[in-house]
């Protein structure tokens, strides 16, 4: 069973709460603005986190990674996170991500191979510009 650390950070909060598919795993004071949890998520969980005070935007990192809520799928209130999580939430993160850069560049425009390599570039083969860089170094 996989182990994930949910961590919420702004300088306004004050108290944090995590419930793990209706209940409450922990409700605790914060200092300095930071609030982490270790978790152990057995296949999908929904994961509510409240905040205090309401009305703010706290980062979120799961496993030291700076989530965007949008990419994540995260239904965002003014005084909740709420998303669902299971153990291969990293793989759909990175699709989602990668799907969203193909999106705003391409969404109404003609496939563009080189405006793809360069900035979207997952799933290209570089081979023969690995093996130039290669050649360069060792001249």
Do not use: C
Not at 126 to 131: K, S
Request: hydrophobic share 35%; no cysteine.
């Amino acid at each position: 069973m996989p182990s994930y650390t949910f961590e919420i950070q702004h300088p306004s909060l004050v108290r944090a709460r995590i419930d793990m598919n209706k209940e409450i795993i922990d409700d605790q004071y914060v200092l300095n603005g930071e609030f982490s949890l270790n978790l152990k998520i057995h296949y999908k969980s929904t994961i509510d986190i409240w905040f205090w005070p309401w009305k703010i935007t706290p980062y979120l990192r799961i496993n030291n990674h700076l989530i965007n809520y949008g990419i994540m799928g995260i239904k965002q209130y003014d005084h909740q996170l709420s998303f669902d999580i299971d153990k291969k939430w990293i793989h759909t993160y990175r699709d989602n991500l990668i799907q969203s850069r193909i999106d705003s560049q391409f969404r109404d425009k003609e496939f563009d191979r080189k405006l793809y390599e360069s900035s979207i570039g997952y799933n290209v083969n570089h081979e023969n510009l690995i093996a130039k860089i290669r050649k360069k170094i060792d001249e």
